[in-house]
T-cell receptor
C-alpha cells in the first residue's frame, strides 16, 4: 500500500524549532519528489517547498527560505521538514505529499500530488 | 511566484445541481493545473490532473477543462459527499501554488 505517514502533533513555544517526519512506504522512495504544504486553521493550502529524495536537493518558497529546511534519510525512506524560530502564526497543519507523474491525453507528462500524509498539527503558544 | 485566482470563494448548492468553479492564472501555464478536494480534518485528494484528466477512482461527475490562463472544474449531479472545499494548483518544475479554495456548501 502506497502511503505517507507523518509524525504526531507538536506543541511548541515561540522561538523554538520543530522537525516533522514523513515516512514513505509501498513505492520506490527515490523515484518521487516530496512536497510540504501548510494549512493554518480555517485557511487554505500554502506551498512550503519540495525535496528530491534522489539527491536531497530542495526548492523552498521564498517566504519560508530563512526558517525552513528539508532533509531526507533514504535508508529509512523518510523525509523531514524543520521549521525554526516558530511564531504564533506558524500554528497550522503541515502535510507532506508525493508528486506522481501521469501522462495526459496528449501524451505529455504531468505532475500532481497523488499521495498525501495525514497531516501534522503544530501548535505554537506561549 | 504565480498566484492562482479561484472563484467563487464559496457557493451554496443542492444535491443534483451542476456546480462550476473557475481558476485563473496571471500568465499562461499551458495545462499544468490540478484540482483537489478537501473535507474538514482530512488531507486533500487529487481529482483532476493536467487540467482535464480524471484521477483514478474519481467519479465521472467531476470534469475539468481549460488551458493557458483559464480553467474550470465542473461537478455535475452534485452528491452529498461532494460538499467540501476545492483547490486548484499549478505545479511546474518542483514549484507549486494553490488557489485560495472554493467551499461548496449545502443550500
Amino acid at each position: 500500500q502506497v502511503q505517507l505517514v507523518q509524525s504526531g502533533t507538536e506543541i511548541k513555544k515561540p522561538g523554538a524549532s520543530v522537525k516533522v517526519s514523513c515516512k514513505a512506504s509501498g513505492y520506490i522512495f527515490n523515484g518521487f519528489y516530496i512536497h510540504w504544504v501548510r494549512q493554518a486553521p480555517g485557511q487554505g493550502l500554502e506551498w512550503v517547498g519540495s525535496i528530491n529524495p534522489n539527491d536531497g536537493g530542495t526548492n523552498i518558497a521564498q517566504r519560508f527560505q530563512a526558517r525552513v529546511s528539508m532533509t531526507q534519510a533514504p535508508s529509512i525512506t523518510t523525509v523531514y521538514m524543520e521549521v525554526s524560530r516558530l511564531t504564533i502564526d506558524d500554528t497550522a497543519v503541515f502535510y507532506c505529499a508525493r508528486v506522481g507523474n501521469y501522462y495526459d491525453t496528449n501524451g505529455y507528462l504531468a505532475d500532481a500530488f497523488d499521495i498525501w500524509g495525514q497531516g501534522t498539527m503544530i501548535h505554537v503558544s506561549s | 511566484d504565480i498566484q492562482m485566482t479561484q472563484s467563487p470563494s464559496s457557493l451554496s448548492a443542492s444535491v443534483g445541481d451542476r456546480v462550476t468553479i473557475t481558476c485563473r492564472a496571471p500568465q499562461t501555464i499551458s495545462t499544468y493545473l490540478n484540482w483537489y478536494q478537501q473535507k474538514p480534518g482530512r488531507a486533500p485528494k487529487l481529482l483532476i490532473y493536467a487540467a482535464s484528466n480524471l484521477h483514478s477512482g474519481v467519479p465521472s461527475r467531476f470534469s475539468g477543462s481549460g488551458s493557458e490562463t483559464d480553467f474550470t472544474l465542473i461537478i455535475s449531479n452534485l452528491q452529498p459527499e461532494d460538499f467540501a472545499t476545492y483547490y486548484c494548483q499549478r505545479i511546474y518544475n518542483t514549484v507549486s501554488t494553490f488557489g485560495q479554495g472554493t467551499k461548496v456548501e449545502i443550500k
